[in-house]
């Protein structure tokens, strides 16, 4: 396989976390009587441009299917986070009702209801039904695409350049990054910014976030990496935020390359930091598999030991890194009887490849466990404060990466 990004043969895996099904894909009763489809779950590192990527396997449409049950309005924080952000960007760039705003992968709206809400014109993309429904009521309008440089072209020549364009947890998501890239770049105005978010990979690396990986996320980005792509583009990263969410995340701002914006010194900062932490050095990459091996080996210790001294342990998050850290693991329900979501979505189906039950967080009340494992260590501050409850009859709660915890 050669580097999605610069074509360089990928000869060094970064981590093998054995085979897994789509992490999406929540299973119904009736499918758990049939075979269920498992692919390599394996991420390589380019030692040119240093972008970490999933081996590719399956297509697209498979990994997001049109009941794709990922809303991200479920999340309170990730609703205030794009509230500010919007305020934010609203103020910095002077944006009113002649502006024009582009999401990339507009999810349920839960950003663009904010530029909606101060009258400024905006569109989503969103290729996935389900969320796009949900978007629409809320007055945002919609486009059911896959966005990419054809998309770009298409609303370049419809007149429909962005003053803005945002893309909040999608660019590690898109198979074609380079593709994806030339896309913001034709949609974007002479005088426009585009702002990305995205987990980093510093953090993933400095925090051992091997749960982080699955089919679909595939790029592991630094600001190292993301640069060099806006480069062959014609854009230029000209600012980056570092974002505590998800884990950690970097927020980059990008424009034309010829755009007179003067860039911030905080990339060059950046970019220093992430060379002093060895994200250019092929053995800062080697020694992450048994990282990742020590967190399973603890999750599972502390699983068997709980159920031999008669503790009830159960989880609660029915996110994406928790399938990957379940199936790695090879976590079955003998070990974690139910997990809670408060996404409706969700609830009466089963976890991909472990066939956990997704119940309703009130079952906490109803089954009084000794210990809450929060798969999505990343919310796990929220989950315990909003299910304080818990510690009445002196339950727990517990995170397994980047160590095992219980607090
Ligand atoms: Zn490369």
Known sequence: MNCRHCGSALEHTFLDLGFAPPSNSYLDESDLSRPEQYYPLKVLVCTHCWLVQTEDHASREEFFSSDYAYFSSTSSSWLAHAK???AAMTKRLGLDQDSFVIEVASNDGYLLRNFVAA???????????????????????????????S?????????RQADLIAGNNVYAHVPDI??????????????????LEFPHLMRMLEFTQFDTVYHEHYSYLSLYTVQRIFEQAGLRVFDVEELSTHGGS????GCHREDPRATSDAVADLL?????????ALATYAEFQSRAEQVKDALLDFLSTQKQEGKSVVAYGAAAKGNTLLNYAGVRPDLLPFVCD??????????????????KPDTLRDSRPDIVLVLPWNIAAEVAEQHAYVREWGGRFAIAVPTLKVF
């Open 178 to 195: 380079n593709d994806f890239t030339r896309g913001l770049k034709a949609a974007l105005k002479p005088t426009g910014t585009i702002t």
């Open 151 to 159: 998309l770009g072209g298409e609303l370049a020549d419809e007149g």
């Open 250 to 253: 970097l927020r980059v701002f």
């Open 84 to 86: 500010d952000y919007a």
């Open 272 to 280: 220093a930091e992430e060379t002093a932490r060895g994200l250019q």
């Open 342 to 359: 408060a996404a409706a979505a969700k609830q009466g189906k089963f976890m991909p490849g472990s066939h956990i039950p997704i119940v």
């Open 119 to 149: 009258g400024i014109p905006c569109l989503g993309i969103e290729p996935t039904d389900s969320t796009a429904d949900a978007a629409e009521n809320l007055g945002i309008p919609v486009l059911r695409e896959f966005f990419g440089e």
